[in-house]
């Protein structure tokens, strides 16, 4: 037996042929219009990079916000956690410490959402400054824009255009009152105890409350005299509407004079209605948003308080004209009732001098017409009388008429009945006031004219010498020489401001750089006594305070006057609204509606005496009485 050796390649090889041999032949055929299995069509593949495409943006734009998001938090100060009533968890946003000033903060909850509230430090006075009152609201506007877009995840390009409804609810809000009770802010309960009557006592003066034993207010409003205006008219008119406002309102309603140019309320007036609660805690009130539970009005907010939102909600759209007005007049009109009560002999005065005018004019069967003239830094809003006054024939012509229109009997009117009507007409008068002396000297005034009061008198310059020199022939009641508190006061062409900001502070002597200190000695002249009514024992001391005064600022100085300041200011003040007191109760008003009293006068005779009757006639162009003027 033998063995042999076989090549496997050429096994291989037969192997192959045998199959190949075996295969038929591929028949010929045309192509298919299906698609052969296995293979994809470009539609299904254009699909597939389109969805893989978006996923791979989808991603990385959550890998943005993601690291955008963690590189926000990681920067972010500690926060403080809050949790509210509603169960929902928040804390401040910003930084790590509250702001030592008043603002509002913003915070947030746990799961992004935002709200807003007001920081005022505990260590701060009541009240603040009135610049930061108006921050205030300046600064809510901004947050509350803020918190809306950040909300919204969108951030606006522009604030919204035009204003919200005066009681709209911004649902952002955070109140105070929640904020400190629940420790997000350091208020009411983070302190000891709350402010005890004492501390109360010091920031509303005597008109506060002092039982401690009643509750804090649940809703309040406090009005604010501070102005950096000298008249007293703005302030009246802004005092009564605040007024009425609270009462519509149902908030506690309390005041403070600090900062008053004109000093202490109660020299004027008696305390307001004091309300059977407690003041709230300083750190409590704010000036924005008007829904906060207790509020500040002050000259400083007026335009957020009584501004544009405020006049769209109270003015009636369904009347036109000075119609339109009644809602805010009714307001200013509460406000006057319960707060125009003058004080101790002031009110005596007022009492007896209406009566003595009841006695010789209406007692003869006459009426009496007020007539307010105001000159001074008030001009006439009518075009031709802008850059000058009013003439005075235009207010006796105003006057004569109502008075015609009292007394003209119909046609066919009886001779008997005639001549009782003129007699009645003759024994009417014009009763007076004017900022400016000269208005009663005048010969309009003269003939039928009657001085409203003169306990206080505002003299020109020539009758305050006339009455120093002995030679006054006046027979005004009330007149006395210088020298007593009830003093006539020099004063020239009507109120000015800057002639009310300088009683009391003697003439100021131009500083020139590189002059030597001016020596402590007055030069006592003329001018002096007309201005500043004076004792030579106080002159030392007011250049003094005069000196400290321009160091601490102008409006510091206004704020808080010297006592020989505040003494004229006073007897300004009172003189004014004397006369205010016995027009307010005649029987017909001629004035001009530029002016505060003017509008002050329709508001103390009534709507249906001034407005429906018209008893109260405006010698002031065309213009309507408003309530809200800016």
């Avoid at 008696?270 to 750190?283: D, F, I, V």
């Avoid at 208005?439 to 306990?455: D, N, P, W």
């Avoid at 000015?496 to 002597?509: E, N």
């Amino acid at each position: 037996m033998s063995l042999r050796r076989n090549n496997s390649s050429s096994l291989i090889s037969q192997t192959k042929q045998h199959l190949l041999a075996e295969s038929p032949l591929p028949s010929p055929s045309l192509p298919s219009i299906v698609p052969r299995h296995g293979k994809k069509s470009k539609a299904h593949s254009l699909t597939r990079k389109i969805i893989r495409l978006l996923v791979w943006l989808i991603g990385v734009t959550i890998l943005l916000w993601g690291t955008d998001r963690l590189l926000r938090s990681s920067g972010r100060a500690p926060a403080i956690s809050y949790l509210s009533s509603d169960g929902g968890s928040y804390e401040i946003v910003g930084e790590e410490d509250l702001p030592d000033t008043p603002t509002p903060v913003m915070v947030t909850d746990r799961r992004g959402r935002s709200k807003w509230t007001i920081s005022i430090p505990p260590a701060l006075d009541f009240p603040l400054k009135p610049a930061a009152y108006a921050g205030i609201c300046s600064m809510s506007d901004e947050i509350a824009q803020h918190v809306r877009e950040t909300k919204s995840n969108a951030v606006s390009t522009h604030s919204h255009s035009g204003h919200y409804g005066y009681y709209r609810v911004d649902p952002n809000y955070m109140d105070i009152g929640d904020a400190e009770e629940h420790g997000l802010l350091p208020g009411f309960s983070s302190r000891s105890s709350s402010l005890g009557p004492a501390n109360e006592q010091s920031m509303l003066g005597s008109l506060s409350s002092e039982d401690s034993s009643l509750p804090i207010c649940d809703r309040s409003l406090t009005f604010l005299l501070a102005t950096p205006s000298a008249g007293l008219g703005p302030t009246l008119l802004s005092l009564w509407l605040a007024y009425g406002l609270a009462q519509r309102e149902h908030r506690a309603f309390f005041l403070d004079s600090t900062g008053w140019p004109y000093g202490s309320y109660t020299t004027y007036f008696l305390a307001p209605p004091t309300p059977k609660c407690r003041p709230p805690p300083k750190t409590q009130r704010t000036s924005c948003p008007h829904y906060a539970k207790h509020l500040v009005i002050s000259a400083a907010t007026t335009k957020w308080a009584f501004g544009h939102a405020f006049t769209d909600e109270f003015e009636d759209p369904k009347k036109i004209g000075v119609a339109r007005q009644r809602p805010i007049f009714d307001l200013i009109r509460t406000g006057y009732e319960a707060l125009f009560k003058l004080q101790g002999e002031d009110a005596s005065f007022l009492e007896t001098r209406i009566a003595e005018l009841n006695d010789t004019i209406r007692g003869k069967g006459g009426i009496e017409v007020g007539v307010h003239v105001r000159h001074g830094d008030r001009h006439p809003y009518e075009f031709q009388y802008q850059k000058s006054y009013i003439p005075l024939a235009k207010y006796v012509e105003a006057a004569r008429d109502l008075i015609f229109d009292e007394f003209e009997g119909p046609k066919g009117t009886n001779r008997k009945k005639q001549e009782s009507a003129e007699n009645k007409e003759f024994a009417s008068r014009l009763i007076v006031a004017s900022d400016d002396p000269e208005v009663y000297e005048s010969e309009e005034m003269k003939k039928g004219g009657i001085r409203a009061q003169g306990r206080i008198s505002l003299a020109s310059k020539t009758h305050l010498d006339e009455v120093k020199d002995g030679k006054s022939k006046s027979k005004s009641k009330g007149m006395k020489k210088p020298g007593h508190l009830g003093e006539t006061l020099g004063w020239e062409g009507g109120f000015f401001t800057p002639v009310f900001w300088s009683l009391g502070l003697g003439p100021r002597i131009p500083k020139v750089e590189g002059a030597p200190t001016p020596s402590r000695r007055r030069d006592v002249g003329p001018e002096a006594h007309y201005l500043t009514p004076r004792s030579d024992s106080s002159s030392t001391s007011a250049s003094s305070s005069l000196e400290d005064r321009e160091a601490e600022g102008e409006e510091d100085a206004h704020a808080h006057p010297s006592p020989e300041s505040l003494q004229l200011r006073e007897l300004v003040g009172r003189s004014y609204l004397l006369d205010l007191g016995v027009l307010g109760q005649a029987d017909r008003i001629v004035c001009g509606v530029s002016a505060s009293g003017c509008r002050i006068l329709a508001v103390m005779m009534g709507w249906e005496k001034a407005m429906e009757r018209g008893w109260w006639k405006n010698v002031d162009g065309e213009f309507d009485w408003k309530g809200v003027v800016w």
